[in-house]
């Protein structure tokens, strides 16, 4: 069965705190992806990658950045974590393009 | 870029009734239009997909259609049971160098009651 595992379900991080959100993936994608979830709002990209190290900006990476070391791993990072990045983040990973897009369960991060 | 509008943001149904779901797209490169289901507690996943070589698609209870000309495709449901009840996306991709690039509407709860 496909997995892709996000590190925790839940965090709760204080204002400034460098935030990390791991995704691993075993189905040996070349694509991974980061999205947040807000209510009324969708999906929305923050960050792609389509090889190791390489990284693409989504439509809102403004106070994320992203590592792709590996090709099985892709991590999120908050510099200085907000509360308006209080949010579900939902990994997710494809072969190519106009494939399936596999989905991790998502991290429900609190910034108090 | 993409921008994937989607209504009605919720919807509520009788158990054996139908539910259509709508999207409209703006990017006439796009080429692919994938609905996902997320049930409470998980990720999305995948429910059905169509290429824009094709007008409808079928499966079991659950069927979309594509309107290229018109740039809008839909999500019908017949029959539905409780377990439909869920958040449904749906999404479009132009595909090319997006790498696979997936815009998502704004979801619909869809709520069906025994």
């Known amino acids: 069965d496909v997995k892709v595992t996000q590190s925790s379900r839940y965090l709760v991080k204080r204002t400034g705190e460098k935030v990390f959100l791991e995704c691993v993936q075993d189905?040996?994608?070349?694509?991974m992806f980061w999205y947040r979830q807000d209510p009324g709002l969708g999906l929305r990209l923050i960050y792609f990658?389509?090889?190791?190290?390489?990284?693409e900006k989504g439509d809102i990476p403004e106070g994320y950045s992203v590592s792709r070391e590996k090709k099985e791993r892709f991590s999120l990072i908050l510099e200085s974590a907000s509360t308006n990045q209080t949010s579900m983040y939902l990994c997710?990973?494809?072969?190519?393009?106009?494939?399936?897009?596999?989905f991790g369960q998502g991290t429900r991060l609190t910034v108090v | 870029g993409e921008n994937v509008e989607q209504h009605p943001s919720t919807l509520s149904v009788q158990e054996g009734d139908s539910a259509v779901i709508k999207c409209t797209y703006s990017?006439?490169?796009?080429?692919?239009f994938p609905w996902y289901k997320q049930e409470l507690g998980k990720g999305p996943q995948l429910i059905i997909d169509?290429?824009?070589?094709?007008g409808e698609k079928k499966d079991q209870r659950i069927a979309v259609t594509l309107n290229k000309t018109a740039k809008h495709f839909s999500l019908h449901i017949t029959e539905t049971q409780p377990e439909d009840s869920a958040v449904y996306f749906c999404?479009?991709?132009?595909?090319?160098?997006?790498?696979?690039?997936?815009?998502f509407g704004q979801g619909t709860i869809l709520t069906v009651h025994p």
């Open positions: 997710a990973s494809w072969r190519r393009e106009n494939t399936e897009a596999f």
């Open positions: 189905m040996d994608h070349e694509n």
């Open positions: 990658s389509y090889d190791v190290k390489m990284k």
């Open positions: 990017d006439s490169a796009s080429n692919y």
């Open positions: 169509i290429r824009s070589n094709v």
């Open positions: 999404a479009a991709n132009a595909g090319g160098t997006s790498y696979g690039k997936l815009t």
